[in-house]
């Protein structure tokens, strides 16, 4: 099968791999909705590898014995190798599993765990069908489009009481907008790129505050009758931007980390009595909640989706999100 490579910085190749082998609970996934995330960064660096990309959505293709999905189903693929059997697994929160397993151990593969490729493998409790009614590419946005987000808000409660900022408009935080609206929460949002600015205003966010500003804080303060936010949604990872999310929630309010890394201060946690979460993907027991999300927000998809690749274009497609003149891109393996 076919896997993207990166080589250098700025440098990367198609290259062929064997296609993987399973067992036991593994199932084999025919990729056909790769979308990217954070992988441009490692192109830009020169990261060598092809082991590249946590999403994916596509088609069972082989299930090593019969079990929860069959050969034919349109599926989004999990992100992770979690056990299964822990508490955490058991309730829905496997992201957070203390256990993760080899896959390409368990498989006896030499290849399976890479999403910019044309074949994956996944345990099948993993993979989740894609009701008939949602495309496989609306359906790939259960990844980190609308996943991490849609996770953090299922934490904090978010609704239709509150005001919800957005601090960082990548497809993460574009993502949380959707999530937002959807909720009926008046939507706030904080970024300095004016492309990602207007997307989020064309998908309902209200207000988009110029983290630059010096008077960023007071804009948001004028903005909520001097409270600040009822509920944060921290999507950069910039240890500035951290800070104005923990100084932007109101007393009492709440602050979800999407964003890896960085560094976060929390000089006013106590102050001002804070709750703060740290949030990576979504709970396997709200399936149901994260589908909806997605079936009434199609148009809105249609908004966050701004490209489409062929794998053989991965260059051009890493050197787009290098330009940050993007929301959500996808990659098609099989082209
Ligand atoms: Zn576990
Ligand atoms: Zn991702």
Redesign the pocket.
Known sequence: MKVAAITGPRECQIVEKPDPQIRGEFARVKITVAPMCTEFKGYKEGWKGDALGHEAAGEVVETARPGRVKPGDRVVVMPQY?????E??LSGD?IH???NLDPLAECGSLSGTATYAQYCIKQDWLLLPIPEDISTEYGAMACCGLGPTFGAMQRMNVDAFDTLLVVGLGPVGLGAVINGVYRGARVIAVESNPYRAALAQNLGAELIIDPNDPDALRVLQNATAGRGADKVVECTANPAAQKLAVLAARRRGQVGFVGWGGHIELENMIPDGLSLHGCWHWNLHDQSRMWQVIRASQEALDRLITHRFSMSQVKDAWELQLTGQCGKVLLDPWR
Do not use: D, K, M
Request: charged residues 10%; contains cysteine.
């Open positions: 979690p056990c299964g059997r822990c955490l697994c496997y599993c203390q256990h």
